[in-house]
């Protein structure tokens, strides 16, 4: 999920970094008051951290921690990286919050819905469905102790694309402190972290994306949120869907019923105490829904807005839904 950053008027005293990572990109914005810092050390000792990170976190590196625990056999409680095991207990976190709907041993139904690669998607039978589900789910294949993560089951597989980009945003950040950068912001494939004013002394202005399923290359921005101090998240349902006889199933599985969620809500956005639980929240939040979401949003004190469609005169029409926690944010 896209999010824009608006534009800062005095370019004089920004430095902006970019590059790829974590299978997409990401773009840092520092705000260098007094002329003090150099761009080429900073980009060094991102890319250095961002590398590190992969090396622990990253599905798509065969040698990176979480890897070699995917492939290994059911056995005994491994140690984690005091990253990995950071992340791990967020999300479980989460998923205990959200009655189970963010979820990081899904790879089973994502597979199973064609999700996991490019190629044909189509519809699964029930029973492969229903066995699916069976070899989903924390609390049926990981036993996390502190510091520790075992398999129930030997197949038990652990997706971390729900929570690592949040997580590397909030790692960014910790660098550019280590040079006693204040005024900041760090954004991963759409997920980011925002620390003290931009240039012209404000919050840092985002832009949130406004969801059109009719034509996935326009974005829209519904409206901007002054963001300091927090990470901010857009989870959406309208970018990665297959149609069958009319209608769409999304890529949002819902781990309870294991299959595409159906409700109206189009996306949810979070803001958090840090980029890794926005991240996480957002996808929890859009599976979940609207009306459950918000129910979920009270009990737990959560900053969420969900956005749902409605058809207007044949153009899409959106309406904004927020939790108290998040207008108390942005008013």
């Excluded at 994502?110 to 469905?129: H, M, N, R, T, Y």
């Excluded at 979070?270 to 939040?285: H, K, N, P, R, Y």
Aim: with cysteine; glycine share 10%; hydrophobic share 40%.
């Amino acid at each position: 999920m896209t999010l824009a950053l608006a534009a800062c008027k005095n370019r004089r005293q920004v430095i902006e970094i970019a590059g790829f990572s974590m299978g997409t990109t990401y773009n840092v914005v520092v705000v260098d008051h007094d002329g003090e810092f150099e761009k080429a050390p900073l980009q060094s000792a991102i890319d250095t951290a961002l590398a590190e990170l992969n090396g622990k976190l990253s599905n798509w590196d065969s040698a990176s921690e979480i890897a070699r625990f995917n492939v290994a056999p059911r056995q005994a409680s491994v140690t984690m990286s005091r990253e990995l095991s950071h992340v791990m207990q967020a999300a479980d976190h989460v998923h205990r919050a959200s009655d189970g709907r963010f979820d990081t041993t899904i790879g089973p139904l994502i597979e199973l819905w064609g999700f996991g690669a490019p190629g044909a998607k189509a519809l699964p039978s029930p029973d492969a469905v229903a066995r699916a589900t069976e070899m989903s789910g924390h609390a049926n294949t990981l036993a996390l102790g502190s510091g520790t993560m075992a398999k129930r089951q030997s197949q038990a597989q652990v997706y971390l694309a729900g929570i690592g980009k949040g997580y590397g945003a909030d790692y960014i950040g910790q660098v550019l402190e280590t040079f006693g950068i204040k005024d900041y912001m760090v954004e991963i494939g759409g997920d980011l972290y925002a620390a003290g004013r931009n240039p012209d002394g404000l919050p840092w202005q985002i832009g949130i994306e406004a969801p059109n399923p009719a034509d996935r290359g326009v974005m829209g921005v519904m409206g901007v949120v002054g963001v300091s101090g927090l990470g901010l998240a857009t989870s959406g349902d309208y970018r990665n869907y297959f149609e069958v006889d009319g209608q769409r199933f999304s890529h949002l599985i819902d781990p309870k019923t294991g299959y595409p969620v159906m409700h109206k809500t189009a996306s949810a956005t979070v803001m958090a105490e840090d980029a890794m639980l926005a991240d996480a929240w957002s996808t929890a939040m859009l599976i979940l829904g609207r009306e459950e979401g918000l129910e979920v949003a009270s009990r737990n004190n959560i900053a969420v807005q969900f956005v749902e469609q409605s058809a207007s005169a044949g153009q899409p029409a959106f309406r904004t839904y927020a939790s108290q926690r998040f207008e108390a944010l942005t008013t």
